[in-house]
Structures are given as C-alpha cells and as structure tokens.
C-alpha cells in the first residue's frame, strides 16, 4: 500500500467539510478537525494541504510503511478516525501485545509475526467497540459501522492482490 492510495480511499470516508455541532472534532474539511488542527484554516483547507498533514502527522507516526498493506490502511483509517494513539492501542490488542499506544519492536514484531488476515479481522473488531463505546455511537455508528464495511471491503482486496 502507497500512501497516494491510502490518502485517496481514505478521503472516501473522510469526506469534504462540515461544522456539525455534535462532532467533537467540531469545524471539520477532508477529516481535519478544527479541535486538532487549531491553526489551520479549516474551511479553506485543500486536498493537498490535508494530505501534507495526514502523511507527516498520520501515515509515517503508524509506520505505515513497515505494515501490510492492507494492515496498512486499516490502521491509518482509525488513526484519522480515532487518533495515533488509538489506533496503535487497537492494532497491539490485535496483535496480542501489551497496548500502550505507542509502537515499538514489540508491537512490530507481532504484526509481523501474525497472519495479515487475522491482524484484520481482529482490528476491525478493535475499531468497532471502540466506537460502540463512544457516547456520540447513537450520533454517528451507522457512518462508523459503514466504513468498518468499506474498510473490510478494502482488506479482502488488498489481500488477494499482490
């Protein structure tokens, strides 16, 4: 997986802007939050400017490029969606490895050590009881359960294709 095709699937569920007062990411454009990106100009934000920030700030803090592909861009899609820390939490809970949030040769080692398809499987598991367990679920799961799909959809590609 390159980043170029994870920054394109991924804007397929990020989406365009919005300011939706039950978000708390708040004023949000191509999935950068106005909560976390204070300085930027979100309503005037473009595509490139967002893939800049998902590539320093996302793509390369997953170590994207040492993961599966389709590895990959599960854990890139949940750490827009969830956050770094998240994301790293869910993917070591699914590699069967201490979940401190941060990775490391541990966390490593375990993917690597683990069939890619079980990795997905039990990621997309971590993905969804995270959100089930978020107050904003009622608000916002059915989007959530929708990109669990896309997602899954992706990974069964990913992993037939070379």
Known sequence: MDFDTAFDRLLGNEGGYSNNAADPGGETNWGISKRSYPNVDIKNLTREGAKAIYCADFWNRIHADQLHPAVAFQAFDFAVNSGIEEAVRAL?????????????????????????????????????????????????????????????????SDLIEP
């Open 92 to 156: 070591q809970r699914a590699v069967g490895v201490d979940a401190d949030g941060h990775w490391g040769p541990i966390t490593a080692a375990a993917e690597h050590a683990m069939a890619d398809e079980r990795i997905i499987v039990r990621y997309v598991a971590e993905m969804i009881e995270h959100w089930a367990g978020l107050k904003t679920w009622q608000t916002f799961g059915k989007g959530w359960a929708r990109r669990a799909a896309a997602d899954l959809r992706y990974a069964a």
